[in-house]
């Protein structure tokens, strides 16, 4: 599974994992049990494999949406679903992963509930916590991806600089060379 991981929060990349959340067709990143545990231990949220179900990757979309509720919710001064908090408060309640001290460092290890309530947990802290004043949506049209926003200043546009801030600076470049060179041609008299 191809996911950067640009907010600094898992339950903020977590609902990233539904792309183009406002299109017509958006991309679902979590298809399988595989591409559940995937996400999981690329984010950082659990390490190893985990036996994931067709279940797991059923109530794993169900808290991504019950997150991304309330994080609407914050984004756009309304107030929260009580079914999303609900979810994300169950959630929250099963044992978050348990780190474990091994020969290479620190691993945490989980079940696909603890794993989730780990990402339940977080969600709760940052829309909870100081960072909720800090969210703030990706400014590129196409990408819904939500960020803590801890630039100087307030003044971060893009979830990332590499993916939606080049091609937002890309493409008003070349918006701006389109409009230098049908200036210069109506400038230039014709013979």
Known sequence: MKKAFSSSRPALDFVGTLRLRRNAAPVEMLTSPASLDSWFRKSGV????????????????????????LVAARLT??????????????????????????????????TPEQ??????????DTLSGSDASLLKECGR???????????RGARREW??????????????????????SAEASKSTPRR
Do not use: F, W
């Open 46 to 69: 659990v390490a190893g494999k985990t036996s994931y179900r067709v279940s797991d990757v059923e109530q794993a979309l169900a808290l991504r949406e019950a997150i991304h509720s």
């Open 77 to 110: 001064n309304r107030s929260r679903d009580e079914a999303a908090v609900s979810l994300v408060n169950d959630a929250a309640r099963t044992p978050p992963a348990v780190p474990q001290l091994t020969t290479q460092g620190r691993r945490l290890q989980g």
């Open 115 to 124: 794993a989730m309530s780990s990402v339940a947990r977080d969600a709760i």
């Open 141 to 151: 049209p196409d990408c819904t991806q939500v960020y803590v926003d801890r630039s």
């Open 159 to 180: 979830c990332a600089m590499d993916s939606c801030g080049n091609k937002v600076k890309a493409a008003a470049y070349r918006a701006r060379k389109r409009l230098a």
